[in-house]
């Protein structure tokens, strides 16, 4: 079964220090999202993107955030100068041509902003 | 941004017993599809459904798209420990690309 990756799984890190989360989307997708779920809470949309721009992204996704797919396979986030209300989990997922089958989600990233 | 209003918030339930959430919203959507999520992972697909009054089964789960598109229910048959988890409904507001909104989720304890 295809599935999406997510590294690394735990990331530590310094409030006001930059951090990057990687995914490997599925092979033959071409939609890809990254998702925020702060513990307890609901799992949020961040940004959509497709044929290598941003497609869609929320309010939370101010200048703070970035993402990029800088070769063929790998699709990251970036969030500089992180804030204590950072933490949570982020998921990356994928989709195929139509969206409307649901997303393929990779198991998160866990970070913690210390 | 879309409210999707999911209930019940938690439940606690024997195993065997049957369970029944429900997600409802005061907009129509063309999608409702049900996720679950087990603890330190991400959400799994469960159950799609993509026309009005649709009734669809995944071995244990029955879920029903409702007539006025505004609301779904998912079924889980029979309990086990393994049903343990969140589940999520999800729609997507229009067809194409656009990003799945996700319900606060229903947390479900199985006790043996």
């Known amino acids: 079964e295809p599935e999406v990756t997510q590294t690394p799984s735990h990331q530590v890190t310094q409030m006001g220090q930059e951090v990057i989360l990687r995914c490997v989307p599925i092979?033959?997708?071409?939609?890809f999202y990254w998702y925020r779920q702060i513990l307890g809470q609901k799992v949020e949309f961040l940004v959509s993107?497709?044929?290598?721009?941003?497609?869609?992204k929320s309010e939370i996704f101010d200048d703070q955030f970035s993402v990029e797919r800088p070769d063929g396979s790998n699709f990251t986030l970036k969030i500089r100068s992180t804030k204590l209300e950072d933490s949570a989990m982020y998921f990356c997922a994928s989709s195929g041509v139509w969206t409307g089958h649901g997303y393929t989600f990779g198991s998160g990233t866990r970070l913690t902003v210390v | 941004g879309q409210q999707l209003n999911q209930s019940p918030q938690s439940m606690f339930i024997q195993e065997g017993e049957d369970v029944s959430m429900n997600c409802t919203s005061s907009s129509i959507f063309n999608t409702w599809l049900w996720y679950k999520q087990d603890p330190g992972e991400g959400p799994v697909l469960l159950i799609a459904?993509?026309?009005?009054?649709e009734l669809t089964s995944n071995g244990r789960l029955t879920a029903q798209f409702g007539i006025t598109r505004k609301d779904s229910f998912l079924n889980i048959s029979a309990s086990i420990p393994s049903d343990v988890g969140i589940y999520f409904c999800?729609?997507?507001?229009?067809?194409?690309?656009?990003?799945?909104?996700f319900g606060k989720g229903t947390r479900l304890s199985v006790i043996a």
């Open positions: 993107f497709y044929n290598n721009e941003i497609s869609e």
């Open positions: 092979s033959n997708h071409l939609y």
């Open positions: 459904l993509y026309k009005a009054g």
């Open positions: 999800a729609v997507t507001p229009f067809s194409g690309n656009t990003p799945l909104v």
